[in-house]
């Protein structure tokens, strides 16, 4: 059973900065992708950033150039530096890790508070 527990998040002013991380039960490698999601109130959870096995990474347009995800294979953690937060980032923030067979495994999420 693959657990992912996300910390880091917090209330901070607009503009300021956060690190999320999130960290696996078992060798990241194992992973396909893995990637950081967000969910407001009364709002769809979606994807915010995403980092693939070879290092490759993507991003949601509202937040390029201020997020920035990273992996560290040797302490199975991937990380999501948020800096130029904005009240609308506010949001719980899921770790998700897809395997190469598909499955899909999700964190506890972290709740991320940016005030005006």
């Known amino acids: 059973q693959v657990h992912l527990v996300e910390s880091g998040g917090g209330l901070v002013q607009a503009g300021g900065s956060l690190r999320l991380s999130c960290l696996a039960s078992g060798s990241i490698f194992s992973f396909k992708h893995m990637g950081w999601y967000r969910q407001a109130p009364g709002k769809q959870r979606d994807l915010v950033a995403a980092i693939s096995s070879d290092g490759s990474t993507n991003y949601v347009d509202s937040v390029k150039g201020r997020f920035t995800i990273s992996r560290d294979n040797a302490k199975n953690t991937v990380y999501l530096q948020m800096s130029s937060l904005k009240p609308e980032d506010t949001a719980v923030y899921y770790c998700?890790?897809?395997?190469?067979?598909?499955?899909?495994?999700w964190g506890q999420g972290t709740q991320v508070t940016v005030s005006s």
């Open positions: 998700k890790a897809e395997s190469w067979q598909r499955d899909d495994y």
